[in-house]
Protein backbone atom coordinates (compact mmCIF):
# COMPACT_ATOMS: atom_id res chain seq x y z
CA UNK A 1 0.00 0.00 0.00
CA UNK A 2 1.00 3.62 -0.60
CA UNK A 3 2.04 6.09 2.03
CA UNK A 4 1.01 9.14 -0.14
CA UNK A 5 -1.93 9.35 -2.32
CA UNK A 6 -2.03 10.14 -5.86
CA UNK A 7 -3.82 10.47 -9.29
CA UNK A 8 -2.50 7.31 -10.00
CA UNK A 9 -3.42 5.83 -6.55
CA UNK A 10 -7.00 6.83 -7.29
CA UNK A 11 -7.28 5.19 -10.62
CA UNK A 12 -5.81 2.20 -9.86
CA UNK A 13 -7.93 1.36 -6.79
CA UNK A 14 -11.27 2.71 -8.69
CA UNK A 15 -11.06 1.55 -12.40
CA UNK A 16 -11.65 -1.95 -11.40
CA UNK A 17 -14.76 -0.78 -9.28
CA UNK A 18 -16.18 1.17 -12.28
CA UNK A 19 -16.34 -2.54 -14.00
CA UNK A 20 -17.44 -4.09 -11.53
CA UNK A 21 -20.38 -1.16 -11.07
CA UNK A 22 -21.35 -1.07 -14.37
CA UNK A 23 -21.81 -4.82 -14.82
CA UNK A 24 -23.67 -4.82 -11.31
CA UNK A 25 -26.01 -2.15 -13.04
CA UNK A 26 -26.21 -4.17 -16.23
CA UNK A 27 -27.71 -6.61 -14.48
CA UNK A 28 -30.93 -5.33 -13.63
CA UNK A 29 -30.73 -3.06 -17.16
CA UNK A 30 -30.59 -7.17 -18.62
CA UNK A 31 -33.39 -8.14 -16.41
CA UNK A 32 -35.89 -5.17 -17.79
CA UNK A 33 -35.08 -5.64 -20.82
CA UNK A 34 -35.61 -9.84 -20.75
CA UNK A 35 -38.93 -8.83 -19.08
CA UNK A 36 -39.87 -5.89 -21.58
CA UNK A 37 -40.11 -8.99 -23.76
CA UNK A 38 -42.99 -10.71 -21.62
CA UNK A 39 -46.55 -10.20 -23.80
CA UNK A 40 -47.85 -7.74 -20.48
CA UNK A 41 -44.59 -6.00 -20.50
CA UNK A 42 -46.14 -2.65 -18.88
CA UNK A 43 -47.31 -5.40 -15.96
CA UNK A 44 -43.95 -7.33 -15.91
CA UNK A 45 -41.63 -4.52 -15.52
CA UNK A 46 -43.84 -2.54 -12.36
CA UNK A 47 -44.30 -5.54 -10.67
CA UNK A 48 -40.51 -6.17 -10.74
CA UNK A 49 -39.62 -2.42 -10.04
CA UNK A 50 -42.07 -2.13 -6.91
CA UNK A 51 -40.68 -5.95 -5.45
CA UNK A 52 -37.00 -4.92 -6.34
CA UNK A 53 -37.39 -1.08 -4.68
CA UNK A 54 -38.87 -1.84 -1.98
CA UNK A 55 -36.87 -5.44 -0.75
CA UNK A 56 -33.57 -3.41 -1.70
CA UNK A 57 -35.01 -0.02 0.12
CA UNK A 58 -35.57 -2.52 2.89
CA UNK A 59 -32.51 -4.56 2.97
CA UNK A 60 -30.08 -1.64 1.76
CA UNK A 61 -29.06 -0.91 5.53
CA UNK A 62 -27.09 -4.35 4.88
CA UNK A 63 -24.53 -2.54 2.64
CA UNK A 64 -22.62 -1.40 5.77
CA UNK A 65 -21.89 -4.56 6.29
CA UNK A 66 -18.54 -3.87 3.63
CA UNK A 67 -17.50 -0.95 5.22
CA UNK A 68 -17.50 -2.38 8.65
CA UNK A 69 -15.42 -5.43 7.46
CA UNK A 70 -13.03 -2.43 5.78
CA UNK A 71 -12.97 -0.97 9.55
CA UNK A 72 -13.27 -3.61 11.76
CA UNK A 73 -12.02 -6.47 10.38
CA UNK A 74 -8.28 -6.40 11.47
CA UNK A 75 -7.99 -10.18 12.11
CA UNK A 76 -9.61 -13.57 12.92
CA UNK A 77 -10.63 -13.29 15.48
CA UNK A 78 -13.30 -10.37 14.87
CA UNK A 79 -14.98 -12.43 12.46
CA UNK A 80 -17.49 -13.76 14.16
CA UNK A 81 -18.75 -10.65 16.07
CA UNK A 82 -19.13 -8.62 12.76
CA UNK A 83 -21.17 -12.25 11.71
CA UNK A 84 -23.43 -11.84 14.73
CA UNK A 85 -23.78 -8.36 14.43
CA UNK A 86 -24.61 -8.46 10.77
CA UNK A 87 -27.01 -11.19 11.14
CA UNK A 88 -29.04 -8.99 13.12
CA UNK A 89 -28.92 -6.32 10.91
CA UNK A 90 -30.38 -8.61 7.64
CA UNK A 91 -32.96 -10.95 9.84
CA UNK A 92 -35.36 -7.66 10.18
CA UNK A 93 -35.57 -6.69 6.81
CA UNK A 94 -36.14 -10.64 5.50
CA UNK A 95 -39.11 -10.98 8.00
CA UNK A 96 -40.74 -7.81 6.91
CA UNK A 97 -40.36 -9.12 3.46
CA UNK A 98 -41.68 -12.84 4.39
CA UNK A 99 -44.83 -11.09 6.17
CA UNK A 100 -45.42 -8.66 2.99
CA UNK A 101 -44.76 -11.87 0.51
CA UNK A 102 -47.63 -13.99 2.45
CA UNK A 103 -50.03 -12.02 3.89
CA UNK A 104 -52.77 -9.42 3.02
CA UNK A 105 -50.31 -6.64 4.16
CA UNK A 106 -48.53 -7.18 0.67
CA UNK A 107 -51.51 -6.79 -1.05
CA UNK A 108 -52.03 -3.55 0.74
CA UNK A 109 -48.41 -2.37 0.38
CA UNK A 110 -48.27 -2.87 -3.50
CA UNK A 111 -51.92 -2.22 -4.43
CA UNK A 112 -52.50 0.85 -1.62
CA UNK A 113 -49.18 2.18 -0.88
CA UNK A 114 -47.86 2.18 -4.53
CA UNK A 115 -51.08 1.99 -6.19
CA UNK A 116 -50.38 -1.30 -8.31
CA UNK A 117 -52.89 -2.67 -9.89
CA UNK A 118 -54.01 -6.43 -9.03
CA UNK A 119 -52.26 -8.42 -11.75
CA UNK A 120 -49.21 -6.10 -10.36
CA UNK A 121 -49.70 -7.19 -6.84
CA UNK A 122 -49.77 -11.07 -7.69
CA UNK A 123 -46.73 -10.73 -8.88
CA UNK A 124 -44.89 -8.05 -6.69
CA UNK A 125 -45.57 -10.73 -3.77
CA UNK A 126 -43.89 -13.25 -5.03
CA UNK A 127 -41.41 -11.87 -6.26
CA UNK A 128 -40.19 -10.22 -3.46
CA UNK A 129 -39.75 -13.96 -1.43
CA UNK A 130 -37.58 -14.72 -3.81
CA UNK A 131 -35.65 -11.40 -3.41
CA UNK A 132 -35.08 -12.20 0.03
CA UNK A 133 -33.58 -15.51 -0.38
CA UNK A 134 -30.62 -13.33 -1.22
CA UNK A 135 -30.16 -12.20 2.87
CA UNK A 136 -27.42 -14.75 3.62
CA UNK A 137 -25.94 -14.37 0.60
CA UNK A 138 -25.55 -10.41 1.26
CA UNK A 139 -23.76 -11.00 4.23
CA UNK A 140 -20.98 -13.07 2.98
CA UNK A 141 -20.42 -11.29 -0.14
CA UNK A 142 -19.87 -8.04 2.29
CA UNK A 143 -17.86 -9.84 4.09
CA UNK A 144 -15.32 -10.39 1.11
CA UNK A 145 -15.80 -7.51 -0.59
CA UNK A 146 -14.48 -5.55 2.75
CA UNK A 147 -11.22 -8.00 2.73
CA UNK A 148 -10.42 -7.19 -0.60
CA UNK A 149 -10.80 -3.44 -0.62
CA UNK A 150 -9.05 -3.41 2.55
CA UNK A 151 -6.33 -5.04 0.29
CA UNK A 152 -6.63 -2.96 -2.77
CA UNK A 153 -7.25 -5.95 -4.72
CA UNK A 154 -10.00 -4.67 -6.47
CA UNK A 155 -9.73 -6.78 -9.47
CA UNK A 156 -11.07 -9.63 -7.94
CA UNK A 157 -14.34 -8.17 -7.16
CA UNK A 158 -14.33 -7.43 -10.98
CA UNK A 159 -13.84 -11.04 -12.11
CA UNK A 160 -16.48 -12.18 -9.85
CA UNK A 161 -19.09 -9.39 -11.24
CA UNK A 162 -18.15 -11.05 -14.77
CA UNK A 163 -19.01 -14.21 -13.97
CA UNK A 164 -22.27 -12.91 -12.32
CA UNK A 165 -23.60 -11.18 -15.66
CA UNK A 166 -22.60 -14.25 -17.44
CA UNK A 167 -24.75 -16.45 -15.33
CA UNK A 168 -27.31 -13.85 -15.34
CA UNK A 169 -27.97 -14.61 -18.76
CA UNK A 170 -28.01 -17.93 -18.79
CA UNK A 171 -30.36 -17.98 -15.97
CA UNK A 172 -32.55 -15.74 -18.15
CA UNK A 173 -32.76 -18.13 -20.95
CA UNK A 174 -33.20 -21.35 -18.86
CA UNK A 175 -35.87 -19.90 -15.74
CA UNK A 176 -38.61 -18.60 -17.85
CA UNK A 177 -38.76 -22.58 -18.48
CA UNK A 178 -39.58 -23.08 -14.52
CA UNK A 179 -41.16 -19.32 -13.46
CA UNK A 180 -43.07 -16.86 -15.49
CA UNK A 181 -43.10 -13.07 -15.28
CA UNK A 182 -41.28 -10.76 -12.79
CA UNK A 183 -40.34 -14.17 -10.77
CA UNK A 184 -38.17 -15.10 -13.58
CA UNK A 185 -36.14 -11.50 -13.59
CA UNK A 186 -35.52 -11.94 -9.22
CA UNK A 187 -34.74 -15.71 -9.46
CA UNK A 188 -32.04 -14.89 -11.76
CA UNK A 189 -30.52 -12.30 -10.23
CA UNK A 190 -30.81 -14.37 -6.89
CA UNK A 191 -28.95 -17.02 -9.07
CA UNK A 192 -26.34 -14.78 -10.11
CA UNK A 193 -25.41 -13.10 -7.02
CA UNK A 194 -24.68 -16.67 -5.39
CA UNK A 195 -22.43 -17.57 -7.80
CA UNK A 196 -20.95 -14.17 -7.82
CA UNK A 197 -20.29 -14.73 -3.79
CA UNK A 198 -18.88 -17.91 -4.32
CA UNK A 199 -15.86 -16.47 -6.75
CA UNK A 200 -15.37 -13.84 -4.42
CA UNK A 201 -15.37 -15.79 -1.33
CA UNK A 202 -12.46 -17.84 -3.22
CA UNK A 203 -10.55 -14.80 -3.38
CA UNK A 204 -11.12 -13.51 0.15
CA UNK A 205 -10.33 -16.92 1.64
CA UNK A 206 -6.52 -16.41 1.05
CA UNK A 207 -6.69 -12.40 2.44
CA UNK A 208 -8.29 -14.29 5.50
CA UNK A 209 -5.99 -16.48 6.04
CA UNK A 210 -3.05 -13.92 6.16
CA UNK A 211 -4.99 -12.08 8.89
CA UNK A 212 -3.66 -12.16 12.42
CA UNK A 213 -5.61 -14.46 14.78
CA UNK A 214 -6.09 -11.36 17.34
CA UNK A 215 -4.67 -12.99 20.47
CA UNK A 216 -1.38 -11.87 20.13
CA UNK A 217 -0.25 -8.87 22.88
CA UNK A 218 -1.41 -5.47 21.19
CA UNK A 219 -3.80 -6.81 18.56
CA UNK A 220 -6.85 -4.74 17.55
CA UNK A 221 -9.56 -5.65 20.16
CA UNK A 222 -12.70 -7.26 18.24
CA UNK A 223 -15.49 -4.60 17.89
CA UNK A 224 -18.48 -4.72 20.85
CA UNK A 225 -21.92 -4.94 19.38
CA UNK A 226 -22.90 -1.76 20.98
CA UNK A 227 -19.56 -0.38 19.10
CA UNK A 228 -20.49 -1.36 16.16
CA UNK A 229 -23.94 -0.32 16.65
CA UNK A 230 -22.72 3.13 16.79
CA UNK A 231 -20.63 3.57 14.02
CA UNK A 232 -23.41 1.86 11.70
CA UNK A 233 -26.60 3.28 12.60
CA UNK A 234 -25.99 6.36 10.67
CA UNK A 235 -24.59 4.52 7.69
CA UNK A 236 -27.38 2.32 7.70
CA UNK A 237 -29.99 5.04 7.73
CA UNK A 238 -27.84 6.49 5.11
CA UNK A 239 -27.68 3.75 2.44
CA UNK A 240 -31.09 3.30 3.49
CA UNK A 241 -31.72 6.11 1.86
CA UNK A 242 -30.37 5.12 -1.57
CA UNK A 243 -33.56 2.52 -2.26
CA UNK A 244 -36.09 4.93 0.27
CA UNK A 245 -35.39 7.55 -2.22
CA UNK A 246 -36.98 5.46 -4.99
CA UNK A 247 -39.81 4.08 -2.93
CA UNK A 248 -40.71 7.49 -2.28
CA UNK A 249 -40.68 8.10 -5.73
CA UNK A 250 -42.58 5.27 -6.61
CA UNK A 251 -45.02 5.44 -3.63
CA UNK A 252 -45.96 9.40 -5.44
CA UNK A 253 -46.14 7.68 -9.14
CA UNK A 254 -48.59 5.37 -7.88
CA UNK A 255 -50.70 7.81 -7.33
CA UNK A 256 -50.27 9.33 -11.05
CA UNK A 257 -52.88 9.61 -13.62
CA UNK A 258 -51.42 5.91 -15.13
CA UNK A 259 -49.64 4.11 -12.37
CA UNK A 260 -48.80 0.98 -14.22
CA UNK A 261 -47.26 3.22 -16.88
CA UNK A 262 -45.15 5.79 -14.57
CA UNK A 263 -43.82 2.99 -12.64
CA UNK A 264 -42.42 0.99 -15.59
CA UNK A 265 -40.88 3.91 -17.18
CA UNK A 266 -39.12 5.12 -13.83
CA UNK A 267 -38.01 1.27 -13.50
CA UNK A 268 -36.36 1.82 -16.76
CA UNK A 269 -35.08 5.29 -15.97
CA UNK A 270 -33.63 3.72 -12.98
CA UNK A 271 -31.99 0.98 -14.33
CA UNK A 272 -30.47 2.72 -17.23
CA UNK A 273 -29.66 6.11 -15.11
CA UNK A 274 -27.55 4.00 -12.24
CA UNK A 275 -25.66 1.75 -15.12
CA UNK A 276 -24.45 4.96 -16.50
CA UNK A 277 -23.99 7.01 -13.09
CA UNK A 278 -23.13 4.39 -9.94
CA UNK A 279 -19.77 3.93 -10.82
CA UNK A 280 -20.27 7.03 -8.77
CA UNK A 281 -20.76 5.25 -5.66
CA UNK A 282 -17.54 3.57 -5.22
CA UNK A 283 -15.90 7.02 -4.40
CA UNK A 284 -17.02 6.23 -1.06
CA UNK A 285 -15.10 3.26 -0.46
CA UNK A 286 -12.21 5.12 -2.24
CA UNK A 287 -12.02 8.08 0.06
CA UNK A 288 -12.58 5.77 2.99
CA UNK A 289 -9.77 3.24 1.74
CA UNK A 290 -7.25 6.39 0.45
CA UNK A 291 -7.25 9.07 2.12
CA UNK A 292 -5.37 9.01 5.73
CA UNK A 293 -4.57 12.96 5.72
CA UNK A 294 -6.07 16.36 4.48
CA UNK A 295 -2.95 16.19 2.15
CA UNK A 296 -4.40 12.73 0.68
CA UNK A 297 -7.82 14.86 -0.08
CA UNK A 298 -6.48 17.08 -2.94
CA UNK A 299 -5.81 13.81 -5.82
CA UNK A 300 -9.29 12.20 -4.49
CA UNK A 301 -11.24 15.38 -5.63
CA UNK A 302 -9.27 16.04 -8.84
CA UNK A 303 -10.00 12.27 -9.75
CA UNK A 304 -13.78 13.15 -8.72
CA UNK A 305 -14.09 16.28 -11.51
CA UNK A 306 -12.25 13.59 -13.90
CA UNK A 307 -15.24 11.28 -13.35
CA UNK A 308 -17.89 13.66 -13.93
CA UNK A 309 -16.56 14.76 -16.68
CA UNK A 310 -16.36 11.74 -18.12
CA UNK A 311 -19.69 9.96 -17.08
CA UNK A 312 -21.42 13.44 -17.73
CA UNK A 313 -20.21 13.20 -21.00
CA UNK A 314 -21.68 10.12 -21.66
CA UNK A 315 -24.88 10.64 -20.50
CA UNK A 316 -25.69 13.57 -22.28
CA UNK A 317 -24.37 11.99 -25.70
CA UNK A 318 -26.48 8.74 -25.21
CA UNK A 319 -29.62 10.47 -24.74
CA UNK A 320 -29.19 13.77 -27.02
CA UNK A 321 -28.11 11.71 -30.14
CA UNK A 322 -29.91 9.08 -32.20
CA UNK A 323 -28.22 6.68 -29.98
CA UNK A 324 -31.27 6.94 -27.68
CA UNK A 325 -33.39 5.25 -30.15
CA UNK A 326 -30.70 2.20 -29.81
CA UNK A 327 -30.62 1.88 -26.47
CA UNK A 328 -34.16 2.07 -25.77
CA UNK A 329 -36.10 0.40 -29.36
CA UNK A 330 -33.41 -2.07 -29.82
CA UNK A 331 -31.41 -3.13 -26.67
CA UNK A 332 -34.76 -2.22 -23.99
CA UNK A 333 -37.21 -3.20 -26.66
CA UNK A 334 -39.78 -0.66 -25.60
CA UNK A 335 -42.75 0.18 -27.14
CA UNK A 336 -43.64 3.66 -28.36
CA UNK A 337 -45.86 4.55 -25.90
CA UNK A 338 -43.36 3.13 -23.07
CA UNK A 339 -40.50 4.53 -25.04
CA UNK A 340 -41.64 8.50 -25.75
CA UNK A 341 -42.57 8.43 -21.79
CA UNK A 342 -38.92 7.73 -21.05
CA UNK A 343 -37.31 10.00 -23.33
CA UNK A 344 -37.45 13.42 -21.81
CA UNK A 345 -36.76 12.12 -18.31
CA UNK A 346 -33.15 10.38 -20.22
CA UNK A 347 -31.62 13.83 -21.17
CA UNK A 348 -31.73 15.00 -17.98
CA UNK A 349 -29.64 11.88 -17.24
CA UNK A 350 -26.87 13.71 -17.36
CA UNK A 351 -26.82 15.73 -14.43
CA UNK A 352 -26.47 12.57 -11.94
CA UNK A 353 -23.14 12.58 -12.50
CA UNK A 354 -21.97 15.76 -10.34
CA UNK A 355 -24.87 15.07 -7.80
CA UNK A 356 -24.23 11.25 -7.21
CA UNK A 357 -20.15 11.78 -7.29
CA UNK A 358 -20.05 14.70 -4.71
CA UNK A 359 -22.54 13.12 -2.44
CA UNK A 360 -20.69 9.44 -2.54
CA UNK A 361 -17.54 11.24 -2.14
CA UNK A 362 -18.42 13.38 1.58
CA UNK A 363 -19.81 9.77 2.90
CA UNK A 364 -16.50 8.54 2.21
CA UNK A 365 -14.37 11.14 3.98
CA UNK A 366 -16.82 11.65 6.56
CA UNK A 367 -16.84 7.43 7.34
CA UNK A 368 -12.97 7.38 7.11
CA UNK A 369 -12.92 10.40 9.92
CA UNK A 370 -15.00 8.01 11.99
CA UNK A 371 -17.62 10.96 11.68
CA UNK A 372 -20.75 9.19 10.80
CA UNK A 373 -23.67 10.75 12.69
CA UNK A 374 -24.47 13.25 9.98
CA UNK A 375 -25.13 10.71 7.37
CA UNK A 376 -28.01 9.71 9.24
CA UNK A 377 -29.47 13.27 8.50
CA UNK A 378 -28.23 13.85 5.19
CA UNK A 379 -29.80 10.14 4.70
CA UNK A 380 -33.40 11.45 5.97
CA UNK A 381 -33.18 15.17 3.50
CA UNK A 382 -32.27 13.43 0.56
CA UNK A 383 -35.93 11.15 0.88
CA UNK A 384 -37.31 14.58 2.50
CA UNK A 385 -36.40 16.29 -0.95
CA UNK A 386 -37.57 13.47 -3.36
CA UNK A 387 -40.90 13.12 -1.39
CA UNK A 388 -41.33 16.81 -1.83
CA UNK A 389 -40.64 17.20 -5.73
CA UNK A 390 -42.50 13.64 -6.30
CA UNK A 391 -45.55 15.00 -4.78
CA UNK A 392 -46.04 17.46 -7.51
CA UNK A 393 -47.51 14.45 -9.02
CA UNK A 394 -50.68 15.09 -7.05
CA UNK A 395 -51.30 18.45 -8.23
CA UNK A 396 -49.98 17.70 -12.09
CA UNK A 397 -51.84 14.39 -12.21
CA UNK A 398 -50.99 14.61 -16.12
CA UNK A 399 -47.10 15.34 -15.71
CA UNK A 400 -44.53 13.22 -16.66
CA UNK A 401 -43.91 10.73 -13.79
CA UNK A 402 -40.02 9.50 -15.21
CA UNK A 403 -39.24 13.02 -15.53
CA UNK A 404 -40.59 14.05 -11.77
CA UNK A 405 -39.35 11.13 -10.42
CA UNK A 406 -35.48 11.63 -11.99
CA UNK A 407 -35.25 15.16 -11.02
CA UNK A 408 -36.12 13.97 -7.40
CA UNK A 409 -33.60 12.00 -7.55
CA UNK A 410 -31.04 13.89 -8.24
CA UNK A 411 -32.23 17.06 -6.07
CA UNK A 412 -31.83 14.71 -2.79
CA UNK A 413 -28.32 14.18 -4.01
CA UNK A 414 -27.62 17.57 -4.51
CA UNK A 415 -29.04 18.52 -1.35
CA UNK A 416 -27.04 15.75 1.01
CA UNK A 417 -23.48 16.60 -0.70
CA UNK A 418 -24.56 20.61 0.30
CA UNK A 419 -24.71 19.21 3.85
CA UNK A 420 -21.63 16.85 3.83
CA UNK A 421 -19.70 19.61 2.68
CA UNK A 422 -20.84 21.93 5.35
CA UNK A 423 -19.98 18.94 8.13
CA UNK A 424 -16.76 18.15 6.38
CA UNK A 425 -15.86 22.09 6.53
CA UNK A 426 -16.93 21.66 10.47
CA UNK A 427 -14.54 18.87 11.29
CA UNK A 428 -11.74 20.88 9.68
CA UNK A 429 -12.15 23.84 11.71
CA UNK A 430 -12.24 21.63 15.15
CA UNK A 431 -9.12 20.13 14.08
CA UNK A 432 -7.28 23.62 13.16
CA UNK A 433 -8.34 24.35 16.82
CA UNK A 434 -6.92 21.30 18.05
CA UNK A 435 -10.93 20.11 19.11
CA UNK A 436 -9.95 16.28 17.36
CA UNK A 437 -12.87 14.90 15.63
Known sequence: MTDKVTLGTAYRFFVPLIFMTELNMISKSVINAALARTPDQNVTLAAFHVAFTLYFALSSSTEVCAVLSLSYLKTKRALGRLVRFMAVIVAI??????????????????????GASDAVVIQAKS??????????????????????LMHQRTIFITYATCVRLASLAVSLVFLPKFLEGAAVGAAALVTCMALETVVVLVFARGIFRAL????????????TFLQQWRFSWPLMMNTSAEMGVVTVISIFLGLSANPDLALAAFSIIYGLVSLLMSPMRNLLSTAQTLVKTVADRRPVHIFTLHLIGFFGLIGFVIFHTPLEDLVLVEAMGLKPELRDYCAPALKLAFLMSAAWAYSALYRGLLAGARNTTMLAVSGLSRI????????????????????????GWVAGYVVEAGLLALQLRRLDARRQRGGGD
Do not use: M
Open 384 to 407: AVAALIASTTLVFLSINGAVIGLV
Open 212 to 223: PTGGEPGAEVPP
Open 127 to 148: TIFLLSLSAPILITRSICFGLI
Open 93 to 114: PWLVAQVIAFTALGDWVFGGLF
